[in-house]
T-cell receptor, first 111, second 116 residues
Framework: EDQVTQSPEALRLQEGESSSLNCSYTVSGLRGLFWYRQDPGKGPEFLFTLYSAGEEKEKERLKATLTKKESFLHITAPKPEDSATYLCAVQGETSGSRLTFGEGTQLTVNP | DTGVSQDPRHKITKRGQNVTFRCDPISEHNRLYWYRQTLGQGPEFLTYFQNEAQLEKSRLLSDRFSAERPKGSFSTLEIQRTEQGDSAMYLC??????????????FGDGTRLSIL
């Protein structure tokens, strides 16, 4: 059974203070690891897909990296508008098309 | 380019009543998924369709839950004899399956169900 653990559960940063979110996963044959952003009362918004260890993707202040056991979402010089819950999900070879999500990291960026 | 649309956004009902939610996927997407999310948790997979065929159902999907996608476009999720534990956000997502690679799933803003 695919499993995803995200840490920390919550993170408070000052504007401009860079940090990283962690996503540890266990999956039987990784087909894809996905990062989403979720604002209160909204559905998850797709950010990145990573397929293999060593892969990196960037978008504005966000950079996602992948190893064989975990993924990191690096946030560089965050702004208050980056405040949201960040969700990590995996899709494994034996799990069909379902995504297995972690519980998320709630990020708050103070001005 | 319209995204995934869900209706209603909120539903309040009494325990024991039946409820039905609707999802309209992104127009060119042939796969449609239902997930359930409770407060402080990540979404949990319920079921998915490729065109009109329901290809997978989770153990979470009890016999009180039924989903349809009759013409391969919109989908409905019905919950019969609702229970307190059914209170959650019900999320719909869609993706385009081309037979190559894993296209990301794009989510709607969900239907929040509250059982009185």
């Amino acid at each position: 059974e695919d499993q995803v653990t995200q840490s920390p559960e919550a993170l408070r940063l000052q504007e401009g203070e860079s940090s990283s979110l962690n996503c540890s996963y266990t999956v039987s044959g990784l087909r894809g690891l996905f990062w989403y952003r979720q604002d209160p009362g909204k559905g998850p918004e797709f950010l990145f897909t990573l397929y293999s260890a060593g892969e990196e993707k960037e978008k504005e202040r966000l950079k996602a990296t992948l190893t064989k056991k975990e993924s990191f979402l690096h946030i560089t010089a965050p702004k208050p508008e980056d405040s949201a819950t960040y969700l990590c999900a995996v899709q494994g070879e034996t799990s069909g098309s379902r995504l297995t999500f972690g519980e998320g990291t709630q990020l708050t960026v103070n001005p | 380019d319209t995204g995934v649309s869900q209706d209603p956004r909120h539903k309040i009902t009494k325990r024991g009543q039946n409820v039905t939610f609707r999802c309209d996927p992104i127009s060119e997407h042939n796969r449609l998924y239902w997930y359930r999310q409770t407060l402080g948790q990540g979404p949990e997979f319920l079921t998915y369709f490729q065109n009109e065929a329901q290809l997978e159902k989770s153990r979470l999907l009890s016999d009180r839950f039924s989903a349809e996608r009759p013409k391969g476009s919109f989908s409905t999720l019905e919950i019969q004899r609702t229970e307190q534990g059914d209170s959650a956000m019900y999320l719909c997502a869609s993706s385009k399956w081309t037979g190559i690679g894993n296209q990301p799933q794009h989510f709607g803003d969900g239907t929040r169900l509250s059982i009185l």
